[in-house]
Structure formats: C-alpha cells, structure tokens
C-alpha cells in the first residue's frame, strides 16, 4: 500500500522557474525523505527530514514538513535541465520500511 | 566508497530458467533491500534484511527468493519467473532510519 501521494503528478516550467511538489501521507512518521530518478536509473536521495524538524536546506533544494497536515513539499529553486527527473517521496513508519509515493514527473524546457 | 553495485545491468530470461541478481555495499550499512519497479510507477518494496536476517516480506511470490551471505551483499534468486515479473529491480543499504543508497538496478526481461 502507497503511503504517500505527490502532487503534481507531472510539473513542465521554463529552466530558471522555481518547481514545487507536495507530498501528503496518511500515518505518522518517524521521518519523510525525497529521491530524485533520472529516467530508468536507480534513485538518488535528495534530503531526510525527521519527524521534529519544519523545515530544510540543501543547495537549491527546501524541504518543509507539516505533521499536523501529514504533508510536504519540496522546492528546487533556479531550477536547470539537469533537474529533469521523477521525484519521490518516501515516508518512514518505522525501523527498516519506506513506502513511496507515486511521484512527480518534471520536465524543465529550455 | 558510496557505491551500491548491482549486476547484471540488462538480464533476459525464459521462464524455466533460474538466474540470481546480486548487490554489494561496502558502507557498513547494516539495512539492505530489494524493490521491483514497473515503468512509471514508483519502487515497490520486496524484502529488507537487517543485521543479515530477513525482517520483512512483503508477500512476495516464492519464485523470488533472496539470500544473504553477509553484510556486504545481498543476492535475488529468480526460478520460473513470469512476464508479467520484468521490470527493473533496485537494491539498496542503509543504516536503520536513515535515508537509503541506490544501485543503478537490474533491468529483467522474462521471455
């Protein structure tokens, strides 16, 4: 079963836009990741957001995490061809498990 | 080193055949996994091994059959697969509640 759901399903922007994707997820968590794949490749983790923490940075990456919504969201700034990719989210419920959810295809046009 | 390898890249197999996927980390990472992907759809997990036991199945058919001989590697035994089983299949290692490393996956055709 699919714990998390990203939104959109598919997300085209010009190359310099901002890209923003939600996550939303149905039960608690110990922590919410995001994982980038390039087409037919293996996943790249992204950033790790527990449970405790709103909010995180990484190079051109923001990661906040809302509990009391069961939601997320991942902003990648300045955004580069380079960035065309599928986008997942993955939730923690515990030790040794993460579920994905049916991730955010985005296409960045020159 | 922050490699997950897994080999073979591209494996084609017919039903009746039996072939094994392998994977290796050498981050001490003491999690390690397998998903099966579909095109377009996210991973689905299979199984975890944890500290070398097998701590999770997720209902996964017995024709796929995992093992693993330490903790540097994890092995997928495949014995009369189906076509609807190609798909392209992950490992990946992690110490327990953090994020995970991914290898580049095993794409499997089943004739």
């Known amino acids: 079963s699919q714990q998390g759901e990203e939104d959109p399903q598919a997300l085209s922007i010009q190359e310099g836009e901002n890209a923003t994707m939600n996550c939303s997820y149905k039960?608690?968590?110990?922590?919410l990741q995001w994982y980038r794949q390039n087409s037919g490749r293996g996943l790249v983790h992204l950033i790790l957001?527990?449970?405790?923490?709103r909010e995180k940075h990484s190079g051109r990456l923001r990661v906040t995490l809302d509990t009391s919504k069961k939601s997320s969201s991942l902003l990648i700034t300045a955004s580069r061809a380079a960035d065309t990719a599928s986008y997942f989210c993955?939730?923690?419920?515990?030790?040794?498990?993460?579920?994905f959810g049916k991730g955010t295809r985005l296409h960045i046009l020159p | 080193d922050t490699e997950v390898t897994q080999t073979p890249k591209h494996l084609v197999m017919g039903m009746t055949n039996k072939k094994s996927l392998k994977c290796e980390q050498h981050m001490g990472h003491r999690a390690m996994y397998w998903y099966k992907q579909k095109a377009k759809k996210p991973p689905e997990l299979m199984f975890v091994y944890s500290y070398e036991k097998l701590s999770i199945n997720e209902s996964v058919p017995s024709r796929f059959s995992p093992e693993c001989p330490n903790s540097s590697l994890l092995n997928l035994h495949l014995h009369a697969l189906q076509p609807e089983d190609s798909a392209l299949y992950l490992c990946?290692?992690?110490?327990?509640?953090?994020?995970?490393?991914f290898g580049p996956g095993t794409r499997l055709t089943v004739l």
């Open positions: 990946a290692s992690s110490q327990p509640g953090n994020e995970q490393f």
């Open positions: 957001i527990r449970s405790n923490e």
């Open positions: 993955a939730t923690d419920a515990r030790d040794d498990k993460i579920i």
């Open positions: 039960t608690s968590i110990n922590n």
